[in-house]
T-cell receptor, first 111, second 115 residues
Framework: GQSLEQPSEVTAVEGAIVQINCTYQ??????LSWYQQHDGGAPTFLSY????GLEETGRFSSFLSRSDSYGYLLLQELQMKDSASYFC????????????FGTGTRLQVFP | NAGVMQNPRHLVRRRGQEARLRCSPM?????VYWYRQLPEEGLKFMVY????????ESGMPKERFSAEFPKEGPSILRIQQVVRGDSAAYFC?????????????FGQGTRLTVV
């Protein structure tokens, strides 16, 4: 089967740093994406890793280790508006944008 | 430059009725992906279509569900004889022709409630 495992919930305070982990087991792997979804909203793209290492985009960074089938999303200088669900998603091959999504992590940021 | 447009945003159907969900991809995009999201869960892939072709329907239930993407007009996801378990948010995403994206562009979704 195919699975992407994430913690179900994470809490933190404003200004803190939080890391959301994702371990995956899929029949193919081309890259790992991260999406943010606010309640009632659409998933919005945050970052993408095709190669091992760290990708930094402003306050958000994403890491991938293909040998460990593992990645994480790092959120720095947390703000209240970061309270949302975060999903990792695997893209299985180069010729399709079909995504296999993780179970999702609900992040609550407190003042 | 409008994004991915889905309508309706909310749809209520009685058990046994048909639900039709529409998705207009971003301008210039010819690939459409449909996903279903149950409450408190991640998105589950349903079907991938290009204009007039179904490329991958491995996530579609075998019965009552169908999808199309005609040469003209939006992509349609049709659910016949809806049941309570079909209540979910249905999202579509689009990507460009002959180009691989690292980012999928999602519509705002259609929230289907079966009563």
């Amino acid at each position: 089967g195919q699975s992407l495992e994430q913690p179900s919930e994470v809490t933190a305070v404003e200004g803190a740093i939080v890391q959301i982990n994702c371990t995956y087991q899929t029949s193919g792997f081309y890259g790992l994406s991260w999406y943010q979804q606010h309640d009632g909203g659409a998933p919005t793209f945050l970052s993408y890793n095709a190669l091992d290492g760290l990708e930094e985009t402003g306050r958000f960074s994403s890491f991938l280790s293909r040998s460990d089938s593992y990645g994480y999303l790092l959120l720095q200088e947390l703000q209240m508006k970061d309270s949302a669900s975060y999903f990792c998603a695997v893209r299985q091959s180069y010729n399709t944008d079909k995504l296999i999504f993780g179970t999702g992590t609900r992040l609550q940021v407190f003042p | 430059n409008a994004g991915v447009m889905q309508n309706p945003r909310h749809l209520v159907r009685r058990r046994g009725q048909e639900a039709r969900l529409r998705c207009s991809p971003m301008k210039g995009h010819s690939h459409v992906y449909w996903y279903r999201q149950l409450p408190e869960e991640g998105l589950k892939f349903m079907v991938y279509l290009q204009k007039e072709n179904i490329i991958d329907e491995s996530g579609m239930p075998k019965e009552r569900f169908s999808a199309e993407f005609p040469k003209e007009g939006p992509s349609i996801l049709r659910i016949q004889q809806v049941v309570r378990g079909d209540s979910a948010a249905y999202f579509c995403a689009s990507s460009g022709q002959g180009r691989t994206n690292t980012e999928a562009f999602f519509g705002q979704g259609t929230r289907l409630t079966v009563v």
